[in-house]
């Protein structure tokens, strides 16, 4: 089973064209592949009309992180307990959204998506609670979202897995970007993003997180391409002592394999 390219968000297609002898602009729909599904061993998978899986839920275990790398992509947890405010950009089958919203109660956890297909096939197939008090699913341009100033200082954490139907690499992965997402996250504010490592725009995403935030850095890779980046808004020294604690008390909280997350944060202090 491929895993390894993710699609949640493709972006709006503005064109202009002569109409009755002079030009005027027209604004047409983003065109989106179709959202299909799979199923293989209790687990529920979700797809762009490809082999390519977006996402994955375990029937058994809805709230569950099924993939590793969405597993990895809550590494941030190991800097903070009590986050405020989440964001999520890019829904794929919600996982990291209804992960969010069920472990940390008194967070405000919102995600972004522009397909409004995604959004009802997350609340129909995959278990995605209404938005309430606490979540806001939002269908929208995640470049529009975080570069509205009424969004900037307001995150603990910002999670970002975009990527179109092709998996070219993400869909949003220029310095004006990851600017503006610098620009939400509060002053310790931590992105996590998924990229995909053995693909050239690997090295231009990284390129461009490090000239943007003050530390950045990369758990192993996982599903044969999978690379999740760890994005502080300040720069960092890694306390790997206090970090391997906070493993020990996310993996009794949450069953995730926090320890491997600082074991491969340690290979990048050597």
Known sequence: MLIKRKSIEAESNYRSGPVAAKKVEKIRKPKFAPVTLSEHDGVRYLHFGTEWVQGAMRLRKPDWLELEYAQQMMAWMLFKDQPKQILQLGLGTGALTKFCYRQFPEAQVTAIDLNPAVIMIC??????????????????????????????????????????????????????????????LKADGILTVNLFGDHPSFAKNIKVLRYVFGTVLCLPEVHDGNVVAIAFKPRLKLDLDTLYQRAEIIHKNTKLPAKNWVDGLALTQK
């Open 123 to 184: 609340e129909s197939m995959f278990k995605l609670p209404a938005n309430d008090e606490r979540l806001n699913v939002i269908e929208m341009d995640a470049m529009d979202y975080v570069a509205d100033n009424h969004h900037h200082d307001q995150f603990d954490a910002l999670q970002v897995d975009l990527y179109d139907a092709t998996a070219r690499g993400p869909v949003l992965d220029s310095t004006e970007f990851y600017q503006a997402c610098f620009d939400c």
